[in-house]
């Protein structure tokens, strides 16, 4: 058997289809032990729990290897924790009086996570280390972050959920306006400056940081103080966002290199838009719904004062790994004159070597 027909589908069709299959499994476990056949119950009118254990710890596991592939450590530590976590919710699905093996197994179960972390936590350390030698080196540590993400767990929507939480704590723990950051490109434009962006930003910050105390006081008061720590601490976390999309606002541009438009803004947002694929620019200075179809809009604050028609559908990527089909883009940049500037004379200088090649 040959490496491509290792599995049933690709690797990111056979993890959707490897979850399909894993929830329809431990459902139908559900159903069984607790609506139980009577051929299937024994003495006292119970089901047995070993069904619900060779599932958790043999079927699933050996599904995911073959419907992802079963090549590389990657893969095998996958398995274990597909099995790890099946074995957890095992406790849930098997009613009390049913579990014996799963009670014996309860240590181990805290075990394996505490292992699990461990592993998980040396990763994260080797994946830091790994940035900062790439920094110094002098590589964009967006970049850095990326390459470490992808060389640790592959390619996937999981991965790209992994960069933007890395590129977020990188933003609200250790990026620093005083420090600026080296992006690809070799034409940059600011967008914090438009309308007050990253101020307004700022005043916000400043009001949550101003009213936590009082509101954990007052949750501490009128309802529980293990009330008042959740929503202390969500908060907490909902500032840490909101001052990497701050501090990224002031560090992240939108760049022009060769081929593309690199749309950087906040700490989200990265959209790469080829000069091939625009049609026009132009000023604008009108409001711009948010959600019209075909359209990305990325203005904080004001209305956009740059408009991008394509010359034909595009799709391009969101945060989850989903394409979107944009026609049109709105932007507010700071500078928008030499933006559009810089923008026309790329796309237009393209567009006649194109021509030129053809000839």
């Known amino acids: ?21 894993a929830t329809l499994v431990m459902l139908a476990n559900a159903v069984i032990m607790r609506w139980p056949p009577v051929a299937f119950t024994d003495a006292a009118g119970l089901a047995p729990e070993w069904p619900v254990l060779v599932d958790a710890l043999v079927t699933l596991p050996l599904l995911y290897l073959l419907l992802v592939g079963w090549r590389g450590w990657r893969a095998w530590r996958a398995a274990a924790a597909i099995g790890m976590t099946a074995l957890a919710l095992s406790a849930w699905i098997v009613p009390e009086p049913s579990r014996h093996v799963l009670d014996m197994l309860k240590p181990l179960r805290h075990l394996a996570i505490a292992i699990v972390i ?94 936590l105390p009082i509101l954990h006081g007052l949750l501490m008061v009128m309802a529980s103080a293990q009330v008042a720590w959740i929503v202390t601490v969500l908060t907490l976390w909902g500032l840490a966002f909101l001052v990497a999309d701050y501090r990224a606002s002031l560090l992240r541009p939108i760049s022009l290199d060769d081929d593309a438009l690199v749309i950087r803004y906040g700490v989200l947002v990265d959209v790469r838009v080829p000069l091939a694929a625009i049609a026009s620019v132009q000023r604008w200075n009108e409001e711009v719904p948010g959600r019209q179809p075909g359209t990305l809009r990325y203005c904080e604050s004001g209305v956009p004062n740059v408009r991008i028609d394509l010359a034909e559908p595009l799709d391009v990527p969101n945060l989850f790994g989903g394409m979107r089909r944009i026609e049109r883009v709105f932007l507010g940049v700071d500078t928008p004159a030499p933006f559009i500037a810089a923008l026309e004379q790329r796309r237009v200088s393209r567009a006649s070597d194109h021509e030129a090649s053809a000839v």
């Open 1 to 21: 058997m040959t490496q491509d027909s290792a599995s049933i589908a690709s690797p990111s069709r056979g993890k959707y289809v490897f979850l399909a299959l």
């Open 118 to 211: 461990a592993v998980e936590c040396v990763a994260v350390v080797a994946v830091v280390r790994f940035i900062v030698r790439m920094r110094r080196e002098g590589l964009n540590a967006e970049t850095a972050i990326e390459r470490a993400m992808v060389d640790r767990f592959g390619e996937g929507t999981f991965t790209r959920l992994l960069v933007l939480d890395a590129r977020i704590w990188f933003y609200a723990l250790f990026a620093r306006a005083a420090k600026p950051l080296a992006f690809p490109g070799d034409a940059h434009f600011t967008v914090h400056a438009k309308d007050g962006n990253a101020s307004n930003q700022l005043v916000f910050i400043f009001l949550i940081l101003f009213e």
